[in-house]
C-alpha cells in the first residue's frame, strides 16, 4: 500500500518504512535511562502490583436506585446494608412496598404473606440481590445472605433470611424460599 505525500516534502512512502520509523522512535524512548528504570523487571512489577492493589481495594457502593431503596429501610437495617456492601457487591431491589404491591407479590407466589413486614415504613424488610443479578444463581444468594446475617451478628442486629424462617441455620425444612428476603426480627 503506498501513501502519496505533495508538495517539497512530497514523498512516496509505503507501510513498511512507516513501521520502521515508529519503531527507531520507540527504540530511542526505550533506550534513554528514564524508560528503561520504568520498564526495568522489577519496577514494572511494583507498578502492576500497586494497581492491581488499588483495584482490589476499591469498596463496591450502591448505586442512585438501591441508595433510594436503602432510605426507606428501617435505620438497624440501613446500617448493617451499608456495612455489608463494602464487602460484597449487591444490589437493594425491594425495601417498602403498598399493601396493593404486597397483595400483587402473594398472588404471584413471590410472597407468603398478605401483609408483612415490607409494608411498613420505614421497611423492616428488605429483598436483596448480588451484583450482577443470576437470579438462577441460588448458591451466590446463599452466600450473600450468610455475609449480611454475620454483619448483622456483628453490628446487634437481629435479623431472619427467607431460606430460614425458624432460624435454626438449617434450609432443608424450609418449605417457602425467598434467597433475597432478610429482615428485622423486632
Ligand atoms: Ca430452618
Redo the contacts with the bound molecule.
Keep these: 500500500m503506498k501513501i502519496q505525500r505533495s508538495g517539497r516534502w512530497g514523498l512516496l512512502r509505503d507501510w513498511s518504512s512507516v513501521y520502521s520509523i515508529h519503531s527507531i522512535i520507540l527504540h530511542l524512548i526505550y533506550m534513554s535511562p528514564l524508560c528503561r528504570l520504568l520498564f526495568s523487571g522489577p519496577v514494572l512489577r511494583s507498578l502492576l502490583v500497586f494497581l492491581k492493589y488499588r483495584k482490589q481495594s476499591k469498596m463496591p457502593s450502591f448505586g442512585t436506585k438501591s441508595s433510594a431503596k436503602l432510605k426507606d429501610c428501617h435505620p438497624d437495617l440501613q446500617e448493617v446494608l451499608l456495612e455489608a456492601i463494602k464487602y460484597f457487591d449487591f444490589t437493594i431491589v425491594e425495601s417498602y412496598r403498598s399493601e396493593e404491591q404486597q397483595l400483587e407479590k402473594y398472588n404471584e407466589g413471590l410472597s407468603r404473606l398478605k401483609k408483612g413486614k415490607h409494608n411498613v415504613y420505614p421497611s423492616l424488610a428488605v429483598d436483596i440481590a448480588p451484583w450482577p443479578i443470576d437470579w438462577q444463581d441460588t448458591e451466590r444468594f446463599t452466600y450473600l445472605a450468610g455475609h449480611v446475617m454475620a454483619v448483622g451478628k456483628m453490628k446487634g442486629v437481629n435479623l431472619r433470611w427467607g431460606n430460614?424462617?425458624?432460624m435454626?441455620t438449617?434450609?432443608k425444612?424450609?418449605n417457602f424460599r425467598d434467597y433475597p428476603h432478610i429482615e428485622i426480627m423486632l
Design positions: 430460614d424462617w425458624d435454626d438449617q434450609t425444612d424450609t
